[in-house]
């Protein structure tokens, strides 16, 4: 299995801040990346695909980009929305894969 | 609007099998470009993919789960479904059901179900 790890685990961030999220793959998995979002109770909601593409009905404030084994998920002006636990997935091979999560919390 | 629904047992006691079914509406199963999908999350945890149906029909398991888990479709009913034997507590867990576009079509997960909290106990 390719494993993935996100950093950080948990950020404490404030409303109108710049975030950044990395996802590191084990092995190169190319642009084959996609960044979810997912708040308490409810499934989660597709952000980004193809490491920086913008899900259709996605804010323009967030943004994802990297290749091969790094990649970012930064969101540009931390709205009250935007509180909630972010996934990176890869797809590159058959078996897919999770990051573990980041927690992105009130400061 | 694709709209997906889980459905099955919410207890199932150790060592018996699980089966969850996800009824599509909206929208056939039986679409080039699309995989199924079985995905769950242990309460407080984070989300591990399970297995997939792609369009052809072909399976793709985790290979920690796969002595254990089998997917299958019945496309006459629209619905996709999950059996998982011997299960321990460790399979507790929200269960989900999804499609994600095939890597022609994009990628990544575009719709999800509500989850299904399953609980392994006796």
């Known amino acids: 299995d390719i494993q993935m790890t996100q950093s950080p685990s948990t950020l404490s961030a404030s409303i109108g801040d710049r975030v950044t999220i990395t996802c590191r793959a084990s092995q190169s998995i190319r642009t084959w990346l996609a960044w979810y979002q997912q708040k308490p109770g409810i499934a989660p909601k597709l952000l980004i695909y193809g490491a920086s593409s913008l899900e259709t009905g996605v804010p323009s404030r967030f943004s994802g980009s990297g290749f091969g084994t790094e990649f970012t998920l930064t969101i540009s002006s931390l709205q009250p929305d935007d509180f909630a636990t972010y996934f990176c997935q890869q797809y590159h091979t058959s078996s897919w894969t999770f990051g573990q999560g980041s927690k992105v919390e009130i400061k | 609007q694709l709209h997906l629904e889980e459905s099955g047992p919410g207890l199932v006691k150790p060592s018996e099998t699980l089966s969850l079914t996800c009824t599509v509406s909206?929208?056939?199963?039986?679409?080039?470009?699309?995989?199924w999908v079985w995905i769950r999350q242990p309460p407080g945890k984070g989300l591990e993919w399970i297995g997939s149906m792609f369009s052809t029909g072909s399976t793709y398991y985790k290979p920690s789960l796969e002595s254990r888990v089998s997917i299958s479709d019945d496309t006459a009913k629209n619905h996709f479904s999950l059996r998982l034997s011997s299960v321990t507590a460790a399979d507790t867990a929200v269960y989900y059901c999804?499609?994600?576009?095939?890597?022609?079509?994009?990628?990544?997960?575009?719709?999800w179900g509500q989850g299904t909290l399953v609980t392994v106990s006796s």
């Open positions: 999804a499609r994600q576009r095939s890597r022609a079509a994009r990628g990544g997960i575009d719709y």
């Open positions: 909206g929208g056939s199963i039986n679409t080039d470009n699309y995989y």
